[in-house]
């Protein structure tokens, strides 16, 4: 280690040098699950808020479930608190209305995912998941209030943005200081938890089923301190730090890590390569230009697209569909999650 010195190290090597996946990492980790369980939870919100309960036509001599086009309005006589029942969301032109309000937490979602990139490298990582984790906090809480339907689905569309802007964040931080031969057990591993974060959300579903408004109230009061983890529990990118020039910045946090994963006796002697030069000069940058050239980029891309639309289209399907199954849709929707889990040690198996 004496060579450390006088050695500049890129950042690779510094979270080699200081353990690989350490103790820091792993406290990074396990916060970061906070943001991913609370994205699995919200996920599936909808599939017990928006379920159709009995309901039947207020004109007299109509009993059955079924929408009629001679039908006024309609009765919802019992069982659960839905939106559905609340907003009289079962039948006509107004059930689009319940489906419109699932896919606009993932449009949401998906101008989250797109714009954060951006708002990650003009203000840094930590600083953007501290003001999309408040984002999150406000419009949580907002929809508790809500009383029309129409406010709920821009209210929720904006939530989405938030809330996949801050997991992603989250994610990439703990990405950007995991070695290259742990960054895909840590991205599996973060679909395990966003699979516990469903299955939690269903038994929360189950426990306040006579009230959605509840179950919105349930899923808001874990935000503030997701908001406090996002301040005091996740340091700033050093690669971001490096790539603006703030180097004093990242060989400040390069000793942290150092220190708190017991390499305490090298802490002051970590220096950083400048990369300012390297990340500013245009022949080096990269943006979504570069998913698309060269040819074989452009297949590696159009492959990754269609198989993650597939993949999506069939475990949301499901998701969203687990109210045609028989049976009871907690438990079938809980199962639905619980698959993921075999999957993941499949998947570590597979890869040793």
Known sequence: ????????LN??????????FGSMQMVMLLYNCLFVVYCGIQSVAPVYSGMTPTFYCSLPNFTSSTCNSSCPSYVYPNEFGTMVAEFDLACGLRSWLNSIYDSSYWVGY????????????????????IYLSAGQVIFAFVMIFLNNIYLLIINRLIFGFFISGASLGACLIVLEYAPSNRIAIVSQFVQVVFAFGEMFGMLSGYMFKMDWRMIYVVLALPTPFILLASIFLFPESCRWLLAVGRQAEAEKIARELAIRNGYKDIASKLHLLDTKELSTNVSLRYTWKNLFWPLNVLLLSISSFITWFACSIVYYGLTYGVQSL????YVNAFLLALVEFPAFFIYILGNK
């Not at 950042?11 to 690989?20: L, N, R, S």
């Not at 028989?326 to 849709?329: A, D, F, P, R, V």
């Open 326 to 329: 028989t049976g009871s849709i």
């Open 1 to 8: 280690m004496e060579s450390l010195n006088t050695q500049e």
């Open 11 to 20: 950042v690779d090597q510094v979270i080699a040098v200081t353990g690989g």
């Open 110 to 129: 998906l101008l989250g995912v797109v714009i954060s990139g951006y708002l990650f490298d003009i203000f840094g990582r930590k600083r953007s998941i």
